[in-house]
């Protein structure tokens, strides 16, 4: 999976899960102050992308300091990348 | 020369204006009558409020909080009484048996009204879960205080759910406006899901309820009232039980279900009815 499909994922994930515009989901959108998420909002975004890339987060302390889509593109990519290696 | 015809406007008469006229005096009869009647029935509640305090605390029935709380339910049916005599209020639900006490009410937020229109709930021991500025307004906050509603903006999510369900075990009646904040253009916004994951997490039942009409009478920012209807439908409870086969994200699959129910029970704000004339609305061109 190419960089680019894996950032349409994310898009897809959270636009469906959180009911988002997809339009909304460009790199520079602020979690809180462009698509109104909240604390509790946070919490479920990390089970939708577990269950999504088969990936674990859990509480790891760099997804805690993610504020905006393109430090949470950067964290899925390196983490994919992780995997694969 | 022959003179060009000129295009002239046709000249209004007083009898085209009359509807305009008319709608404009209903409009200030409501406004003045709304208004006169919402300050008395404030004044009347405040008045009346120490005797019925005490009473309710001597019969032994109501703790401190209860009997507040029972009072501002008495407002609230004032206030649907009052609302009623200027503008249709209709109000449909089952059969106010089927409705738990302990439960989570889940509305849709409109305007500064709706938390008045919840005084047709069949429940009275209601506790609202609100933002701080509601707590600021004159005469309403000391009462809000001693009714135990929770500031959600003062609060972390952790205290918020504790302190919620503390007052659920209370056999209390929580009350959440889901989008957050007021609509501003009518339509039902996104749903924060902290109402679903108390229900969730205390296996209390949410009854949705859809408002319409409350954004037309009164909208966000404004004060003069137009004689719009009211509608409020109560939902029957929906059982977080139901969900729970959903996994860790089964409190948003339950925020979807209700946010569906109360769109499909909520009355478009661009629908209007025949008598509904909006002053303030350019009429549309009938062709160049």
Redesign the interface.
């Known amino acids: 999976m190419t960089d680019n499909e894996l950032i349409e994922k994310t898009n897809a994930a959270l636009a469906e899960e959180f009911e988002l515009d997809i339009t909304l989901l460009t790199p520079e959108a602020s979690f809180k102050d462009d698509l109104g998420l909240d604390s509790l909002d946070a919490v479920d975004m990390v089970i939708v992308l577990e269950q999504k890339f088969g990936i674990k987060i859990g509480k790891d302390p760099k997804i805690i300091q993610i504020t905006n889509m393109a430090d949470l593109y950067a964290y899925i990519i390196a983490k994919k990348n992780e995997l694969a290696a | 020369m022959s003179s060009q015809p000129k295009n002239r406007m046709p000249k209004k008469t007083f009898m085209d204006a009359l509807p305009k006229i008319a709608a404009f005096l209903r409009e200030l009869f409501c406004n003045a009558g709304f208004y006169t009647g919402f300050v008395l029935l404030t004044l009347l509640t405040i008045i009346v409020s120490p005797p019925v305090y005490l009473v309710l605390r001597l019969i032994g029935t109501h703790d401190s909080g209860q009997a507040v709380r029972r009072i501002i339910w008495f407002y609230g049916k004032g206030w649907v009484w009052l609302i009623a005599r200027f503008v249709p209020f209709h109000m449909t639900m089952d059969d106010p048996q089927d409705y738990p006490q302990s439960c989570i009410v889940v509305a849709n937020h409109l305007s500064f009204f709706d938390a008045f229109c919840l005084g047709t709930l069949p429940m009275y021991n209601l506790v609202f879960a609100v933002r701080s500025w509601p707590f600021k307004i004159p005469f309403y906050g000391p009462y809000m205080h001693r009714a135990k509603y929770l500031n959600t903006e003062r609060m972390?999510?952790e205290d918020f759910l504790n302190q919620a369900k503390e007052r659920l075990n209370q056999h209390m009646t929580m009350i959440i406006f889901p989008e957050g904040t007021r609509s501003t253009n009518g339509e039902l916004g996104?749903?924060?899901?902290?109402a679903f994951?108390l229900a969730m997490e205390t296996g209390t039942p949410i009854v949705p309820v859809s408002i319409s009409g409350t954004d037309r009478f009164l909208p966000k920012g404004k004060l003069w009232v137009k004689p719009h209807p009211i509608t409020i439908t109560i939902l029957p409870p929906a059982d977080p039980k139901l969900f729970a086969h959903f996994g860790?994200?089964a409190h948003?699959t339950m925020s979807?279900y209700v946010?569906d129910l109360i769109a499909q029970h909520s009355t478009p704000s661009t629908t209007c009815n025949t008598d509904c004339v909006h002053l303030s609305e350019n009429p549309i061109p009938q062709g160049e």
């Open positions: 972390s999510y996104r749903f924060h899901s902290g994951k860790p994200l948003r979807k946010r």
